[in-house]
């Protein structure tokens, strides 16, 4: 992905968009409603922007980011629709309406969408801190399985019992805690050291994967009394 290019298009869309909003000075009468309306729709501007480039800065995380400049873009239709409901009519008719109410609309809607952009990165954050976490407790025994799954290439006389083995720690809790670090040590060990069999010794495998089936065993029942 060009992100370089991406960023001049971005710049480019806001640019033009900043330009259509300054162009309503020609045709509409300056006034204080119009002065507040373009204020907040330059602002607005710069925030689809902001939105976009944070986006595709983050590209890993863009499910989340795509939804930031989505929602900028619907504060900008409404703040647009607010905008022209009480400044077209001054134009028309000539009635004016207040300029503290008008502002305060304005301030209201921008703090509505300001506090659901904040609640969403908020929970962006929530979600991926929880996720991490989660990888990290996976991560011991999905590399004991990766191990496995070695042997089971480097022993193929042997695969059935290696498999067995290898379908117990699959639908095994992949939960880490300091408790259990004694536990996966032992299956870690055992795992190792039948891949330094050689010779005569691979005829060891299949005791060997009971074994580890009784040491999964104990690990999943350890698993249990700590939940």
Known sequence: MDLRNNKVH????SGILALVATA???VL???PLLIVAYIFALLGIALFCFGKLYMIASPKSYPWFAAFPLTILRYLVMQTILSAVFIIPENLTGWSFSTQWFLLMHIILLAFFGVLLISMKV???VIEDRDQHVKSKVF???MIQTDVAALVRQFPEYEKPLNQVAEVLRYSDPMNHANLWVYDEKIRQSVAAMSKLVGEEKA???ELCQTLLHQIADRNGMVKTMK
């Open 10 to 13: 971005i710049l480019l869309i």
């Open 24 to 26: 309503f000075f020609l």
């Open 29 to 31: 009468t300056v006034t």
């Open 123 to 125: 929970g962006k954050n």
């Open 140 to 142: 011991v025994l999905r």
């Open 204 to 206: 060891q495998i299949p």
